[in-house]
């Protein structure tokens, strides 16, 4: 599949929002910080969000780009099918 990677790029990018998380939990927990960390109030979560709605509406254009491409070259192929004359167009 040719869009595995872009899935395996989104899930890295979530693994790091996840993992920065984390460790902004684990420091808010340290007693020498009493409190000294910024409060986050949901923005990684915020984030991992808009960048996986960027990412679907990306990848839907290409699926719908795919997809009028496989029915111009199936209707390409029917044609040739029904007149073998015609000559492909690519």
Request: aromatic share 6%.
């Amino acid at each position: 599949m040719e869009k595995a990677h872009l899935y395996e790029a989104l899930y890295l990018v979530n693994h790091g929002i996840d993992e920065a998380v984390r460790g902004v939990q684990r420091l808010k927990n340290l007693p020498t910080l009493h409190g000294g960390l910024p409060q986050v109030h949901g923005w990684p979560r915020t984030s991992s969000f808009r960048i996986n709605l960027q990412f679907m509406l990306e990848l839907r254009k290409l699926e719908e780009d795919d997809e009028s491409r496989f029915e111009e070259n199936t209707r390409l192929a029917l044609r040739r099918t029904a007149n073998p004359t015609t000559k492909s167009v690519n």
